[in-house]
Nanobody, 115 residues
Framework: VQLVESGGGLVQPGGSLRLSCATSGFTFSSYPMSWYRQGPGKERELVSSISRAASAKNYADTVKGRFTISRDNDKNTVYLQMNSLKPEDTAVYYC?????????WGQGTQVTVSS
C-alpha cells in the first residue's frame, strides 16, 4: 500500500489549495478514504472522510463549508479542495486508508497559511 500526498505549500489567508493523494497497492474503490492533519504542537485530527463511491462525506466542524473532499476511482486518487484558508489550517496533511485492520498513511504534505 502506497499513499503519496502532494499539493501543499505556502498560501496567504483567504487563499486556496488543492491536495491530492495518489494511491497504489490496493483496490482503491473498495475503501473509504480520509484526510487528517497535524498542526505544530497539536494532536493529529480528522479533517474529512469519503465513502467508497463518494456518496457520503464527513467534515470536521472547523473546516465545514470551506473544504471539499472528492475522489476519482479511475485514477485511484483522493483530493481535498481547501478554500478560505486560515492561519489555523497550517499543518501537515495526511491521507489514510484502513485496510485489514491496519491504518496506512502517506508521508504528508505541508500546508502553511501565512501573510
Amino acid at each position: 500500500v502506497q499513499l503519496v500526498e502532494s499539493g501543499g505549500g505556502l498560501v496567504q489567508p483567504g487563499g486556496s489549495l488543492r491536495l491530492s493523494c495518489a494511491t497504489s497497492g490496493f483496490t482503491f474503490s473498495s475503501y473509504p478514504m480520509s484526510w487528517y492533519r497535524q498542526g505544530p504542537g497539536k494532536e493529529r485530527e480528522l479533517v474529512s472522510s469519503i465513502s467508497r463511491a463518494a456518496s457520503a462525506k464527513n467534515y470536521a466542524d472547523t473546516v465545514k463549508g470551506r473544504f471539499t473532499i472528492s475522489r476519482d476511482n479511475d485514477k485511484n486518487t483522493v483530493y481535498l479542495q481547501m478554500n478560505s484558508l486560515k492561519p489555523e489550517d497550517t499543518a501537515v496533511y495526511y491521507c489514510t486508508v484502513r485496510r485489514g485492520g491496519i491504518n496506512y498513511w502517506g508521508q504528508g504534505t505541508q500546508v502553511t497559511v501565512s501573510s
